[in-house]
């Protein structure tokens, strides 16, 4: 049949033609307007500018092409038919059916077309299709191409974005979108069983329903919201800014999540994530091996699990939420607790890695749960700067945590609902973290305490105990053990009215030495125990104590209290000011500081004054040895030994018992109260006091200006010079003196005076039953108010001086000495003898007495039967010259 060619008019209307071109070809030109037009075999219906067509059925090998300015509505597209819109044409709700085609050239457009089950729709580029139905055909939009508004219906359907290509606002009902590399879609709406595939192309403003966002290498979702379905991202695809309400979305290896909010729901991530937040009951984001997510942020009671091989670096948990370590997971980089709630953090075993995190924002309401460190009866936390360890009998597990805490924040453990040891912080104080217990030993006790005003409790308690009354803790164990107890031990105070001002920390049972120390601006009391334990206070005013085994007292600060134990101790005072006080053992005690109140023990100590301002009692078989001036040592009942360096300026007091001083040569006072003291003088301006009761044995030096001694009453002076120009002045008391010369000697009013001069003194007598006595030259002996005896027998020309009361005077018998008797007119009363008076030879001279009363005494002179020569002075005073029978007048006076 030959082929027909028909032309429809502008104006003319053709209904019903069928065009076969079975047997040929026919063509159908439209002008003018067509309806229910039937195209068969390898016919071709045209509707070109001005025309329109209305119902076509375009049959196998069948076209139908609709040119610029032409319509066709309501085309029926069957297998093996197709319509062509170009440029400038518009088709209107076109079926495509199965084996049927549509094809949207540049220019062209199409509206509402609905490709059902094998139908095929190509909307090409710069062609334009909108509210394309998809009942289980395929609509493939090429590069340059725009298709909105596309709703697909059937399981079987196919909307395929290639590169370049776009499509908005699709409804996938059922059926697939590929987007493929360069591809975009937008607004996409996924409900029931759609499947959106991003094979390398992009998505905005994605919702799910239902259905799945599946997104391939390349392919990038953003802004996709999911309250149904799921997105998965595979490996080389990105999502971002998705919101899944319910719904899930999985994270494949290689496959990367930005800024997900999980609302309620689960992301299972084997790839990449950042800045997730998970928020909400039953909101989890699990991370499974291979997994890392960064930035995370737990919220509102949702959940993070990391399990064997996942990693999550830098998360949050902002009020309530729970981070889960499970064993081989790794949270590193930073964990940090925020805002208003309970945030937790669950480690699974020692295999779950989290002690490369910085933990940060911990609070009271917060809990790290270690479910797989069992609690104990021992459990107790260490902290050591940033690192704080759980340590059970079960294991122990570190963490790291930022100094961001209130100052009062401590780490405290407690048993979990499972058993488990829980980490969580409290107000306390750690009253003995900087205590420092030095040296090794295989057992000691330690009981702790502060002063009884001070209330509250004892947490973190390890192995130790705390007393019935609530007041002291006690442990026992390794010094290493009892050390890291104390360091760890946390106090509650109770209420915030009080605050301590002394620590208390005793040391008993030591096994072997042990050093203790405890850095607090507290005041202190360190006690030592049975060994000898080196004992350091601190910079408060610390009470520091040795114990049975003596040890070293090391005082740091000022005003320190160091008391000696029953063991030998070496005392140190620190800043000064010490109050020190020996015990039993033999102690050595250096004053280097100065200012000190020092009180030996019994046992005899070593006493080192090497600074200004010091008091020291000794008390027992001490040795001191001065190195400083302005230092003051008591004698109070032991055999006191003390050395005075030169230049110090030193007081010593005697009270009870027997001291030996050796003095320097800056000048020493001594006062011998009570007791004995034998004083050494070196050289210095010493001041020497015998008191009431007391005894002193002064031994002068051999030069320098020469010491000062007063006796006292009741008091013994006993001095024995070596050539200085000493002054001993026996006051109240009673004086004596051997071998003293160049100096100047008073006896004491209490009389019985032994005194003997040496050479070049001046001898004074005090009291009755004084000897004074002269055994070299230049000698002056004057009698005092007594009876007294002065001999210079043993002298090389000695000027003796008869007192008020009577004296034996004693001359060389050497005829070539001449002595010098002298009585002062005035002194009445007192009856004198002279013996060893050689005539011619020695003097008799009277002071005070004029001419006439030397005559009238001379010529009372008279001879006894004995051979002894009588006068009586004009004052009453009578003179016996024994041995003497004539006296001529020149030698009278």
């Known amino acids: 049949m030959a082929m027909a060619d028909i032309v429809v008019s502008a104006g003319v209307t053709s209904s019903g033609v069928t065009l076969n071109g079975s047997t040929g070809s026919a063509t159908m030109d439209v002008f003018g307007t067509t309806s229910n037009t039937q195209l068969t075999g390898s016919s071709a219906e045209t509707v070109l500018s001005g025309g329109s067509a209305v119902s076509t059925t375009v049959g196998s090998a069948s076209r139908q092409n609709v040119s610029s300015g032409g319509v066709a509505s309501g085309t029926q597209i069957s297998s093996g038919g197709w319509q062509n819109v170009s440029s400038g044409g518009s088709v209107l709700s076109a079926s495509v059916n199965s084996g049927g085609s549509q094809i949207i050239s540049a220019g062209g457009s199409a509206l509402g077309t609905v490709i059902r089950l094998g139908g095929n729709v190509s909307l090409l580029s ?17 590069s340059g191409a725009s298709v909105s508004g596309v709703d697909i219906e059937n399981q079987a359907s196919d909307l395929i974005v290639s590169s370049g290509g776009s499509a908005i606002g699709t409804l996938l009902n059922n059926g697939r979108t590929v987007v493929q590399s360069g591809g975009s879609v937008s607004g996409t709406r996924i409900t029931t069983n759609g499947d959106l595939y991003l094979s390398g192309g992009t998505a905005s403003d994605t919702v799910l329903i239902g259905g799945n966002a599946l997104i391939s290498s390349g392919g990038i979702a953003s802004g996709t919201v999911l309250s149904g379905g799921m997105e998965n991202i595979y490996s080389g695809g990105v999502a971002s800014g998705t919101v899944v309400s319910s ?42 091996s291979g997994g890392v997510a960064s930035g995370t942020v737990v919220t509102s009671g949702g959940g993070q699990q990391i399990f064997a091989g996942g990693v999550a670096l830098n998360d949050v948990i902002a009020g309530s939420g729970t981070v889960t370590v499970n064993s081989g997971g ?66 122990s597990y570190s963490l790291n945590f930022a100094s961001d805490g209130p100052g009062n924040r401590v780490f405290l453990a407690r048993q979990g609902s499972n058993g488990s040891t829980v980490l969580y912080a409290a107000g306390g104080i750690l009253p003995a973290q900087s205590m420092s217990l030095g040296g090794t030993a295989s057992s000691v006790t330690a009981d702790f305490g502060f002063d009884a005003a001070y209330a509250g409790s004892y947490a973190n308690l ?56 405890l850095s607090t ?90 600074a200004a301002g010091n008091v020291a009692w000794s008390k027992g078989a001490d040795t001191v040895s001065v190195m400083a001036s302005a230092n003051t040592i008591v004698g109070a009942g032991g055999a006191t030994y003390a050395t005075i360096s030169n230049n110090n300026v030193t007081t010593f007091i005697q009270s009870t018992g ?29 001041l020497v006091v015998a008191g009431n009761g007391g005894t002193v044995n002064l031994f002068g030096s051999t030069s320098g200006p020469g010491l000062l001694a007063f006796g006292q009453s009741g008091a013994a002076l006993d001095y024995t010079g070596h050539g200085a120009s000493d002054t001993i002045i026996g006051g109240t008391g009673s004086v004596s003196v051997s071998s003293g010369s160049n100096g100047l000697y008073v006896g004491g009013s209490a009389g019985l005076n ?64 001449v002595d010098a008797f002298a009585f002062a007119n005035g002194q009445a009363g007192g009856s004198d003898t002279i013996t060893g008076f050689t005539a011619g030879v020695d003097r008799l001279i009277l002071n005070g007495f004029s001419g006439a009363q030397a005559d009238a005494s001379y010529a009372t002179q008279s001879v006894d039967g004995s051979g002894n020569m009588h006068f009586t002075l004009t004052d009453n005073t009578q003179i016996t010259l024994v041995g003497v029978s004539a006296l001529s007048r020149s030698q009278f006076g």
């Open 126 to 142: 710069g062609g334009v299709a909108q509210s394309a139905v998809l009942s289980g055909g395929n609509f493939t939009v090429s």
């Open 247 to 288: 719904g899930s979305q999985f994270v494949d290896a290689g496959g990367i999540a930005s800024g997900t909010r999980l609302l309620g729901t689960l992301q299972t991530l084997s790839g990449v994530a950042y800045s997730a937040q998970v928020t909400g009951s039953g909101a989890l984001q699990s991370i499974q």
């Open 330 to 395: 790794v949270l590193s980089g930073s964990l940090t607790f925020s805002g208003v709630g309970s945030g937790t953090l669950v480690i699974g075993d020692n295999s779950a890695v989290v002690s490369g995190a910085v933990i940060s924002g911990f609070q009271s309401d917060d809990e790290i749960d270690l479910t797989g460190l069992g609690y104990d009866s021992q459990t107790y936390v260490t902290q050591s700067g940033s690192t704080t360890s759980v340590v059970t009998g079960n294991g």
């Open 462 to 517: 390890g192995s130790g105990e705390v007393s019935t009354d609530g007041k002291t803790y006690s442990v026992t164990g390794t010094s290493a053990e009892v050390s890291t107890a104390l360091q760890n031990l946390v106090f509650q105070p109770t209420g915030s009215g009080t605050s301590p001002t002394m620590v208390k920390l005793v040391l008993s049972n030591e096994a072997a030495p042990l050093v203790l120390q």
């Open 521 to 610: 601006t507290l005041n202190q009391y360190l006690a030592g125990g049975a060994q000898a334990d080196t004992i350091i206070g601190g910079t408060g005013a610390d009470t520091l104590q040795s114990g049975s085994g003596g040890g070293v007292l090391q005082a740091r600060g000022s005003g320190d209290i160091l008391i000696g134990g029953s063991g030998a101790t070496l005392f140190n005072d620190g800043d000064g000011a010490a109050t020190i006080r020996g015990g039993q053992g033999r102690d050595t005690i250096n004053a280097a500081a100065g200012r000190d109140t020092i009180v030996t023990g019994s046992a005899g100590s070593q006493v080192n004054l090497s």
């Open 658 to 686: 027997a001291s030996t001083v050796v003095g320097g040569d800056g000048g020493t006072t001594v006062f011998g109260t009570g007791g004995t003291v034998d004083y050494t003088a070196n050289g210095g301006r010493d």
């Open 754 to 817: 032994m005194i003997i001069a040496a050479g070049d003194s001046t001898v004074l007598g005090g009291g009755n039953g004084d000897v004074l006595s002269s055994t070299g030259k230049g000698n002056v002996l004057v009698a005092g108010a007594g009876n007294a005896t002065l001999t210079g027998a043993a002298g090389n020309g000695t000027e003796m001086f008869a007192g008020t009361g009577n004296a034996l005077m004693i001359g060389s018998t050497n005829a070539s000495v």
